[in-house]
């Protein structure tokens, strides 16, 4: 089955540092992406959509400035939490389908923001 | 806007048996595809069972069925033969039908699963 890889899996940096999550479908060609974030026992929240050689969608309340989001290629769309603080801490996991139907994700990133 | 509730924060089975967990969605729209997602303690989503909306036959994988009922929008996953696998929290989610970016799920708040042996 298609399969979409995300990194890193595990990420610890300090207050004020930027962090790049990458993903990437791996056997597919994905125009769209989706970046989740999911706080301890909470649902999945959307942030954005991802589109390939456009700008990212995002949803009300998530600051554009804050989560750059990156979709250079059918391949390969980037999340960069800028300025990181304590409170960006999170599980991030994105998303991708390959067709109209089934939608696959990764296996998400642990941020952790001291 | 369309919106998913599991109401159900928790729910426990016995190694063996069935249980039940449920969920309510609400939305304008005719055409849509439900889904439930399973996510082990590895965080790793997995698909657990795929509704269409306009299919009236409900969805069945194995141990996993629901019960669909469109006029009440209510989506309930049924695990029958409970395993120890099956622990974990699950997600009912919502999709509009697919084109452009309406490929986001809509999820629930999700439900844990303690399956005790």
């Known amino acids: 089955g298609a399969v979409v890889s995300q990194h890193p899996s595990r990420v610890i940096c300090k207050s004020g540092t930027s962090v790049k999550i990458e993903c990437r479908s791996l056997d597919f060609q994905a125009t769209t992406m989706f970046w989740y974030r999911q706080f301890p026992k909470k649902s999945l929240m959307l942030m954005a959509t991802?589109?390939?050689?456009?700008?990212?969608?995002?949803e009300q309340g998530v600051e554009k400035d804050k989560f750059l989001i990156n979709h250079a290629s059918l391949t390969l769309s980037t999340l960069t939490v800028t300025s990181a603080h304590p409170e960006d801490s999170s599980f991030y996991i994105c998303?991708?389908?390959?067709?109209?139907?089934?939608?696959?994700f990764g296996s998400g990133t642990q941020l952790s923001v001291l | 806007a369309q919106t998913v509730t599991q109401s159900q924060p928790e729910m426990s089975v016995q190694e063996a048996e069935t249980v039940t967990l449920s969920c309510t969605y609400d939305?304008?729209?005719?055409?849509?595809?439900l889904f439930w997602y399973k996510q082990p303690p590895s965080r790793q989503m997995i698909l657990v069972i795929r509704q269409e909306a306009y299919k009236q036959q409900n969805a069945t994988e194995n141990r996993f069925s629901v019960n669909f009922q469109k006029a009440a929008k209510s989506f309930s996953l049924k695990i029958s033969d409970s395993q120890l696998g099956d622990a974990a929290m699950y997600f009912c989610?919502?999709?509009?039908?697919?084109?452009?970016?309406?490929?986001?799920?809509?999820f629930g708040q999700g439900t844990t699963l303690q399956v005790k042996p």
């Open positions: 998303s991708a389908r390959p067709s109209n139907e089934k939608l696959f």
């Open positions: 989610a919502y999709r509009r039908p697919a084109g452009g970016n309406t490929g986001k799920l809509i």
């Open positions: 991802s589109n390939e050689g456009s700008k990212a969608t995002y």
């Open positions: 939305t304008s729209e005719s055409d849509y595809y």
